[in-house]
């Protein structure tokens, strides 16, 4: 567990062209569920189920998962450093449903080895900003060892991804929140 502070400015895109900025990104969805289904493990249904709600804002907006699968990073809850299932599962779960067989063509990173789990402080959220920012997506720190239940995923050794446009953050609080 670590501990961490963070900011964001959301604003309309009114209001920002009013400021005369350049926004980072545009918010183009975002579910808040909970699940109530255990203190510390996550629900696999209830995060697929948030995960295809999620992409169904998204694909209002014109968009195909499928097109976007090659543009999109994910950063995710879990550290996917040892295997043992968990918040893993379920996410590679909810991300397979979403994508199918574009699922290895999503960049999956994760930086709570670096960070410590910051209990809410959202220090993900801005990494994922200055990813899409900058085009350099970090590592997933401490991998060295697939797990084979997992399936083949594009993860993270850091450095830079220029094709990455879209974001796709999951925040698991507990009980699925």
Do not use: C
Request: no cysteine.
């Amino acid at each position: 567990v670590g501990t961490g502070a963070a900011a964001l400015v959301v604003e309309s895109a009114e209001s920002a062209r009013e400021r005369g900025i350049r926004p980072i990104a545009q918010v183009l969805g975002t579910v808040i569920a909970n699940s109530a289904f255990h203190g510390t493990r996550l629900d696999v249904e209830h995060i697929t189920g948030a995960a295809k709600t999620l992409m169904a804002e998204v694909e209002a907006w014109g968009m195909n998962r499928h097109q976007v699968a090659s543009e999109m990073m994910f950063m995710s809850h879990e550290t996917y450093t040892p295997a043992r299932g968990g918040s893993a599962a379920a996410e590679i779960n909810a991300l397979r449903e979403v994508f199918g067989d574009d699922i290895d063509k999503v960049v999956i990173t994760n930086t709570k080895g670096f960070t410590g789990h910051a209990m809410g402080a959202g220090i993900e959220d801005v990494v994922a900003l200055k990813a899409l920012e900058t085009g350099i997506i970090p590592p997933v720190p401490n991998h060295k060892e697939v797990d084979p239940d997992l399936g083949n995923l594009n993860l993270s050794k850091g450095g830079p991804h220029p094709n990455v446009r879209y974001a796709w953050r999951l925040a698991a609080g507990f009980g699925s929140q």
